[in-house]
T-cell receptor
Framework: DAEITQSPRHKITETGRQVTLACHQT?????MFWYRQDLGHGLRLIHY???????NKGEVSDGYSVSRSNTEDLPLTLESAASSQTSVYFC???????????FGPGTRLLVL | AQSVTQLDSHVSVSEGTPVLLRCNYS??????LFWYVQHPNKGLQLLLK??????LVKGINGFEAEFKKSETSFHLTKPSAHMSDAAEYFC???????????FGTGTRLKVLA
């Protein structure tokens, strides 16, 4: 069955370190999204991509970057981790002309 | 600009009683609206969606929602709550002309035995 996976599921890091969170989907979807979830804010969009070599900033993109070298993967990089980036991160994907986004299980990141 | 407002951050019901989770939206266009559920320490699962077809939308696990344009609402209901319904629920609008979502802040549903 097609799925979307995230790794690691839990990560502890220190401020200033570079961190990369992986997202892999086997739906063959062109559209991929990264969100962060914080209490009182719901999910907020960090970055998104509509296809290979396409990346776009969302509403909370400062301090984050993504790259899209193939259809299946959209890794999220925190260039220099800050305590404010402690959060739960979700990856999602959707197909062209499809309304529904499918979500991964999430990565819980703690920045000390 | 489009937005969604979930009117209650917490809702408690007794098992077997009806559930009502309220969502209002703001959109200049005919919106696409969704309800997602998140069980503790899990990802998000689609409950149901409205995409300009029937205004009463049926979803999984006995949930349904009614799109009311005059009231700009998309409330989620279930006739009889089950303990397994305890979770966080998100109302979502898709931004016009894109594949991007805007999330409400969530409603945490507690089901009492």
């Amino acid at each position: 069955d097609a799925e979307i996976t995230q790794s690691p599921r839990h990560k502890i890091t220190e401020t200033g370190r570079q961190v990369t969170l992986a997202c892999h989907q086997t739906w063959n979807h062109n559209n991929m999204f990264w969100y962060r979830q914080d209490l009182g804010h719901g999910l907020r969009l960090i970055h998104y991509s509509y296809g290979v070599q396409d990346t776009n900033k969302g509403e909370v993109s400062d301090g984050y970057s993504v790259s899209r070298s193939n259809t299946e993967d959209l890794p999220l990089t925190l260039e220099s981790a800050a305590s404010s980036q402690t959060s739960v991160y979700f990856c999602a994907s959707s197909g062209d002309n499809q309304e529904t986004q499918y979500f991964g299980p999430g990565t819980r990141l703690l920045v000390l | 600009a489009q937005s969604v407002t979930q009117l209650d951050s917490h809702v408690s019901v007794s098992e077997g009683t009806p559930v009502l989770l309220r969502c209002n939206y703001s959109s200049s266009y005919s919106p696409s609206l969704f309800w997602y559920v998140q069980h503790p320490n899990k990802g998000l699962q689609l409950l149901l969606k409205y995409t300009s077809a029937a205004t009463l939308v049926k979803g999984i696990n006995g949930f349904e929602a009614e799109f009311k344009k005059s009231e700009t609402s998309f409330h989620l209901t279930k006739p009889s709550a089950h303990m397994s319904d305890a979770a966080e629920y998100f109302c979502v609008v898709r931004t016009s002309g894109t594949y991007k979502y805007i999330f409400g802040t969530g409603t945490r549903l507690k089901v009492l035995a």
